[in-house]
């Protein structure tokens, strides 16, 4: 299956993936989909033990979307807002195309592969580094969104 993977240094890129040891190996271990992008034809998948033991890779941002479905902050609970931190994705990241009619993964389509470069590529909003300045200005008390991130990473 065409999927992408979403390394901790480094941009997206093409990568095959033929089922669950895959998964697993590109993700260091066992895996846990992160399904807030489903509803764009797409999920990710990240190590379920990512948290503990492994870099921040991404920060996650709501978008337009997550806000008008009502997404509750991971951080505190609140209705997230559009730019505003929704989670920080620890370790390699594999993203791959979700048939929610059949809720099976499938391949992903040359747009999806273009929209996720676009996510989280060098100049996207959940660039590389952005995982890494998330979570030092979580620990300093600093507000954390989209545009501060890209500041502080440029």
Not at 65 to 90: C, K, W
Not at 129 to 136: H, K, Q, T, Y
């Amino acid at each position: 299956m065409k999927a992408m993977l979403i390394p901790v240094e480094g941009e997206p890129r093409r990568v095959d993936v033929e089922g669950l040891d895959d998964l697993q190996r590109l993700v260091g271990g066992n895996i846990e989909a992160f399904p807030v992008y489903d509803s764009r034809g797409w999920t990710v998948y990240v190590n379920d033990d990512g948290l503990f033991g492994s870099e921040p890779n991404r920060a996650v941002f709501a978008d337009t979307d997550m806000e008008d479905s009502g997404y509750p902050s991971q951080m505190d609970g609140h209705a997230i807002r559009n730019g505003e931190l929704y989670t920080v994705l620890f370790g390699p990241i594999v993203a791959v195309g979700f048939d929610a009619e059949e809720g099976t993964d499938v391949d992903l389509t040359d747009e999806q592969e273009a929209e996720i470069a676009e996510i989280f590529g060098e100049d996207g909003p959940s660039r590389p580094g952005s995982g890494l300045a998330a979570v030092v200005l979580l620990k300093l008390d600093i507000q954390v969104d989209a545009s501060t991130v890209a500041r502080v990473i440029g």
